[in-house]
């Protein structure tokens, strides 16, 4: 095992938000640290009633901040997100840390949150008038749904958590928002922040287990779910929040495709190709997951992938010059290492990496032409381990690109951009990618077809998704 690695500032006295007050958990549960794999934090374990407390907070809470008008919300969420910037050496070390990456890309990523909160907040949903003559005023307006839980991942803890804060308080929805359980420092740390900020009750947060998930999604008083997290979990609420009909937003898992074009130049692409595929360790949503390379250059290009996974650094949050830290829990270790084990029941690795022992650590593992029903080419790795496919005729890749039950990304890769954007236009998934995965902006709706979820989050359809359609509709004269 690692010797254990500073501990991030503040982490031990971090606590719940309920109704703008601090409130501890009735009890503690202990959060391992990825680079050791051993407990070095606990969090508090918050209880169905404190749930309810926080529900009923932001059930009272909603009449006022509804009527609080949009653009003192959007001052508010600016104040909150400077308020969060000016904090960066906190939350960014407290993602490194929770998470497993490396402290600049901690900072990035909480940064990028801020990036995407301000980018919402100079998005508008001004009511529109479809009839407005003598007879009569017809008006669709957009109004917060009421109490919103927003259920989140472990990958980008800080960056989903500000995509579900700015976008719900921005339309005049109060929050309820849960990390996942093994990263919920940063978060917590969020609902400090947000406590001299927004009105009480606007903003709660509460740190615990699966259970907490379940509890929210059952909840009479919330309107609304927001989740991030495997497409399991999301059938899982899908169908716990039927009794309520609440409404769903469900950014799932993904296993994208992408598709390399004869003409790719290894030299000047292959670096942005390797690195669509292993950013923040395989653990990013829509990342390359497998990839389909023509025959004429695949064995071109497993040398060059080979040379450049050879020159990742990779070791804990804190030690200087690392790329790529761990895994980020044990059950995400277990799964890469067993989806690697089966892929090698097929065709030795072409490559393995050398990681620090001890904690989640995996070392990045390239294989070629494994068979589709391998399951590391047909279900989601989230992890850094990626086989390059062999093709010989684009059609057939093209049709395996399309056929999983996922449909989250895609991308095409090579110097001809048009060529690459007639593949693009045949790739069905929610966000197809031309020579880079992923890129996303606050004002592009992201989300992902079939099983890969329901709904879009970012842009103004994914502001839409916070709101009822409510239709004003006035007979005159
Ligand atoms: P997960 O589904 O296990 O957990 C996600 C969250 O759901 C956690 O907060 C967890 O506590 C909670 N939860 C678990 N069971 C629940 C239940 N029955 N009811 C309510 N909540 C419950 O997912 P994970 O392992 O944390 O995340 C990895 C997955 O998330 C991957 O599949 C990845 O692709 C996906 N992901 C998707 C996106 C996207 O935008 N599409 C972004 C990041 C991650």
Known sequence: MNKPVRIAAGIQDLALTINGKAASGAAGYQVNDPATGAPFASAPDATEAQLNE???AAKAAFPAWAATPWAERRQMLLAFCDAVEADIETVGSLVAQEAGKPLAKGRAEVMGGLFFARGFAKLELPPEVLRDNADQLVRVERRPIGVVGSITAWNYPALLAMWK?????????????????????ATLRLGEIGRNIFPKGVFNVLSGGDNLGRWMTAHPDIGKIAFTGSVA???????????????LTLELGGNDAAIVLNDFDIETQASDLFWAAFSNNGQVCACAKRIYVPEAIIDALAEKFAALAGSVKTGPWDMDGVEVGPLQ??????????????AESYAAPFFKGKVPDGGFFHPITLFKDLPDECRLVCEEQFGPAIALLRYSDL??????????????????????????MQVAARLDAGNVFVNQHPSMGPEIPYGGVRQSGIGVECGVDGLAEYTNTVVLNVKRG
Not at 331 to 342: G, I, M, P, T, Y
């Open 329 to 342: 829990n044990r059950k995400q270790f277990d799964r890469v290492s067993d989806l690697v084990a089966e």
């Open 233 to 247: 979990t999301g059938k899982a609420i899908m169908a716990a929040a039927a009794p309520t009909l609440k409404r």
């Open 54 to 56: 926080a529900v009923a």
């Open 165 to 185: 804060i700015a976008p719900a308080l921005l339309t005049g929805n109060t929050l309820v928002l849960k990390p996942a359980p093994s990263t919920p420092f």
């Open 395 to 420: 059609e057939s890749a093209i049709a395996k690109a399309n056929d999983s039950p996922f449909g989250l990304g895609a991308s095409v890769w090579g110097k001809n951009v048009d060529a690459a």
